[in-house]
C-alpha cells in the first residue's frame, strides 16, 4: 500500500472536518474522492499535503511505509507527494521554469541525485510542456501571473509531469476547466499513470472522471468515507445524486 | 494558519554574521568636539591652510544647526560631545604589497569572506581598503596609474593632488549642506578620491571596503569622484561592521562629479551592524550622497541597504547639464527594529534630461521602510522625463512600509510618471512552495530575490552574488 489512512480527523478554523476518516491507495492505481461541498474532499488533499491551516487530531496516515503526519509539507514533496492545487497562487517576480528548477532539484537532492544542469533541465521541460500543450511563453513568466484559470491547471499538472511524483493528489483539477482545456489535462494526468505511481483525484463531477478513469471511486459525506466501488459508482452518483448515501452506513469499504 | 505565522517569525531571527572586533591598536581621541579638535585632527592629517579653513567654517556652520526632523524616523538622541572624532591604527604603514598589511586586518577581511589577494587576483578589483578611518591598502595603483587615473585615499589625495580637491570639494555637496555633511566638513578623516582622465574608460570595477572598528568613535567618511569628459567608472562601496552595544554614529559625505558625457556607476552595498533582535545596537547611517551631471553625462546610483539600525540616505542627482541622465537603483531591507528613510532626489536643470528610479522597500519583523523621492523640473528643463517606480513587499504583519513622492514641476514639458505597489509575501505563496519541496527560507528567498531582480540586474555580477547573500541573511527568521 502506498498510502493508508487510518482513522483520520481534521479539524480546520477550530471545526472539525475529518471524522475518522479511512482510505487506502495503492501504487499503480487511480482513486477518486467524490463528494457534496463541504464534505471535506479538499481538506483531505491539504491536510495530506501538510497545510498549516489544517489540524490533525488523530488517526495515522502512513505513506510508503513512513509516519506522513510527522514530516514537514516540504519532506513530503521532496519524498514524493505532490498536490496540484484547487487554487494555484501566483508569486510574481518568480520565474516558472526557475521556480520548478528549484522545485525538482530540491527533490532530486532529498533522494541523494545530483541536481540536474541546465541544459537537461531545458530538455526536460521542453518534452514535458509539449504533453500538456503548453506554451513555451509560458515558462519563460511568472509563476501563474496572469494566467488563466485553465493554463494555472495546466501549469499545476506540467509541473507534476516534470516532479514525476509517487503518489499525486488532485484537488479539484477540472473545476474552472472549460471543456478543451479539461481533455488537455486529462490527457497530461494519464500519460502520467503508471504501475510506480498512484493518484487521488478530487472531484466534486462525475466530468472528469469520463477522461481520467478511476479505478476506485470513493465517496465522501460528512468527513467520512460512507461508501466505495467500481468507476460504475460515479456514473450511479451522478443519476442520484449524494442524497441517496446519507442512509449507508458509515465506514462502509469496497 | 498560526503555524505559518510561527515559521516567518523563526526566520527572521539569525545572528549578525559579521560580529566580531580585531585588535589593533589604535590612536583615539578623546570625546569631545570643538574648535581646537577641529584643529588637531586637521594636524594630525596635515592639510593645507585650505583645508582647515573648510574644517574651520563648516564647524561653525555646524554649531548654528539642527539635527533634521522631518523624517519618519526614531532616533535616540546623539550626544556629538561623547564621541570621539578621531581613531588611527597606531603604526600608519607605508605598504607595498599586501603582504605588508597588518595580519589582524587582513585576517579581519578573510572573516568578512572578502580575501583582498584573491579579490585583486581573480577579480581584477583594485581595492582600497578603509580600515578605522586610515587607509591601510592600496592597490593596482601603478597599473591604473598608466591610464592616468588616479584612485588613493582621500588623503593622498589631499598631499598629491590638492588642485583637483581644492577645486571639487564642496561642489556638489556644500558645507552649510545639512546637519550631517556639514559635520563631515568639519571632521572627515578620510575615505576615498578617484579622478579619471578625459576620454579615459577605467577598465575595472574601483573598490573600497568600509569597516567601522574602533569603540564610539563617528566614522565620517569623504569620498570625491571626478569622472573628466568622455571617461567612464564604476566604483563599488561595501561594508559590514564588527557588533557593537552602542549605537554608531556614520555620516559619510559621497561627491560625484560627472563631466561632460562620461558616466559614474556607484554602487553600494550597506550592511553594517543593524542592531540586535530586541532592537538594541546598530549603526545610524547619515549618509549625503549626491552626484552633479554635465552636459551629455550619466549617473547611475545603485545601493542595497541591509544593515544599520537606522538608515538617512537620499543619493541624488543634479542633472545641470543638457541631455544628461541619472538613474537610482535602491533594495532596502529592514529586520527586527531597523529603519530606513531612503531614497533619492532628481533635480533636473538641463534640457532633455532623464531619471529613472526604482526602489524596491522590503519589510520584516517590526521593520520600517520609507521611500522619500523628489523629482525636481526646473523652469528651463523643457523635455525632462522622469519615471519612477516603488516597490514595497511586506513579510509578516507587524511591519511598515510607507512612500513620499514629492515633485514640483516647473515646466509644463516635463513628463513625470510615478507607479507604486505594496504586496505582502502570503503563507499560501509560502505553501504553494514547500508543497513543491522548497524550504520556507528558500522560498522567501526566492520572491524576494525575483522582488528585486531590477535592482540585482544593475549591480556588477559579482556584487549581485554577494547582494543576493546578504539579503537572504538579512531576512533570516523574517518567515514563519
Partial sequence: MLLEIKDLRVKAE?????????????????HAIMGPNGSGKSTLARALSGHPGYEVTSGEVRYNGQDLLAMAPEERATAGVFMAFQYPVEIPGVNNSYFLKAALNAKRKAQGQPELDAVEFLQLIKSRAKLLEMDQAMLGRAVNEGFSGGEKKRNEIFQMAVLEPRLAILDETDSGLDIDALKIVSTGVNALRSPDRAMLVVTHYQRLL??????????????????SGGKELALELEDKGYGWLDAAPAGARA | MSTSTET??????????????????SDTFEPGLNED??????????????????????????????????????????????LSYYSAPKKK????????????????????GIPLQEQMVLAGVAVDAVFDSVSVATTFRAKLGELGIIFCSFSEAVKDHPDLVKKYLGSVVPYTDNFYATLNSAVFSDGSFVYVPKGVKCPMELSTYFRINAKNTGQFERTLIIADEGSSVSYLEGCTAPMRDENQLHAAVVELIALDNSTI?????????????EGKGGIYNFVTKRGKAMTGSKITWTQVETGSAI?????????????????FYSVATTNNYQQADTGTKMIHLGKNTRSTIVSKGISAGRGQNTYRGAVKIGKNATGARNYSQCDSLLIGDRCGAHTFPYLEIKNSSAKVEHEASTSKIGEDQIFYCRQRGISTEDAVNMIVSGFCKEVFRELPMEFAVEAQKLLSISLEGSVG
Fill in chain 2, 93 to 112: 604603514p607605508e605598504l607595498k604589497s599586501m603582504d605588508e598589511v597588518d595580519p589582524e586586518v587582513r585576517k579581519t577581511f578573510e572573516k568578512l
Fill in chain 2, 8 to 25: 516567518v517569525e523563526q526566520l527572521a531571527t539569525r545572528e549578525y554574521k559579521y560580529g566580531f572586533e580585531t585588535t589593533v591598536e
Fill in chain 2, 265 to 277: 556607476k556607484y554602487s553600494t552595498i550597506q550592511n553594517w551592524y543593524p542592531g540586535d533582535k
Fill in chain 1, 14 to 30: 477550530g471545526k472539525e472536518i475529518l471524522k475518522g476518516l479511512t482510505l487506502s491507495v495503492p501504487t499503480g492505481q487511480v
Fill in chain 2, 311 to 327: 538608515t538617512w540616505k537620499y543619493p541624488s542627482c543634479i542633472l545641470q547639464g543638457d541631455r544628461s541622465i541619472g538613474e
Fill in chain 1, 210 to 227: 469520463n477522461y481520467i478513469v478511476p479505478d476506485v471511486v470513493h465517496v465522501l459525506t460528512d468527513g467520512r468515507i460512507v461508501r
Fill in chain 2, 37 to 82: 579638535v577641529v584643529r588637531r585632527l586637521s594636524a594630525i592629517k596635515g592639510d593645507p591652510d585650505w583645508l582647515l579653513e573648510f574644517r574651520l567654517k563648516s564647524f561653525r556652520a555646524w554649531l548654528q544647526m539642527k539635527e533634521p526632523t522631518w523624517h519618519n524616523l526614531k532616533i535616540n538622541p546623539t550626544d556629538y560631545q561623547a
